[in-house]
């Protein structure tokens, strides 16, 4: 199995950055970084992924460490709807297809 | 569109009856994921579809659970019979294409066994 490291839990302060860290040692060269959220009492949503470079989108952005192993979501200011928990994930190709491990995530609390 | 549709909500029910999940994917998504999410293992891919056809099950815990995709717009999720530890909330998911990124998650089933 392809698999994430994430801690537990972390806060942060509304309207500051928050970056949002992810192990993968055993990742492949072919495997992407996902990042889904999970809002609560909702079902997982995308957030934003990436293969080496870093990437930048309207929700966060993605940056991936030089060797892959590992990488940190970042989002820019943070507010009281990021409240949710944050799943690091590989998109793992196999011959049936993509496979997506998800773990337990990170819960992240938002002060106001 | 409104999304992926999962039906109940919720559900209660006894140890040892039969319980069925289910789950309208996304018009023209051809990929259909059903996942089980606890607190203690997180959120685990039970079995996933293409097409209709079943790809990879090793997910499905035991032979109590079944699925099946009977066409493109519906497919179900079975547990007979039900168990308190299967208590969990239940997701289904759709995508597209089979270089994906994105999976479109539904509001899930909260299944509760007593």
């Known amino acids: 199995d392809a698999k994430t490291t994430q801690p537990n839990s972390m806060e942060s302060n509304e309207e500051e950055p928050v970056h949002l860290p992810c192990n993968h040692s055993?990742?492949?060269?072919?495997?992407?970084i996902h990042w889904y959220r999970q809002l609560p009492s909702q079902g997982p949503e995308y957030v934003i992924h990436g293969l080496t470079s870093n990437v930048n989108n309207r929700m966060a952005s993605l940056a991936i460490a030089e060797d892959r192993k590992s990488s940190t979501l970042i989002l820019h200011r943070a507010t009281l709807r990021d409240a949710a928990v944050y799943y690091c994930?590989?998109?793992?190709?196999?011959?049936?297809?993509?496979?997506?491990?998800f773990g337990t995530g990170t819960s992240l609390t938002v002060i106001p | 569109d409104a999304g992926v549709i999962q039906s109940p909500r919720h559900e209660v029910t006894e140890m040892g009856q039969e319980v069925t999940l289910r789950c309208k994917p996304i018009?023209?998504?051809?990929?259909l994921f059903w996942y089980r999410q606890t607190m203690m293992r997180g959120l685990e891919l039970l079995i996933y579809?293409?097409?209709?056809?079943?790809?990879?099950d090793s997910g499905m815990p035991e032979d109590r659970f079944s699925a099946k995709m009977p066409n493109a717009s519906f497919s179900t999720l079975k547990i007979q019979p039900s168990e308190p530890r299967d208590s969990a909330v239940y997701f289904c998911?759709?995508?597209?294409?089979?270089?994906?990124?994105?999976?479109?998650f539904g509001p899930g089933t909260r299944l509760t066994v007593l």
């Open positions: 055993t990742i492949s060269g072919t495997d992407y």
């Open positions: 579809f293409n097409n209709n056809v079943p790809i990879d």
């Open positions: 998911a759709s995508t597209q294409g089979l270089d994906y990124n994105e999976q479109f």
């Open positions: 994930i590989l998109r793992h190709w196999v011959n049936t297809g993509n496979q997506f491990y």
């Open positions: 018009s023209g998504h051809d990929y």
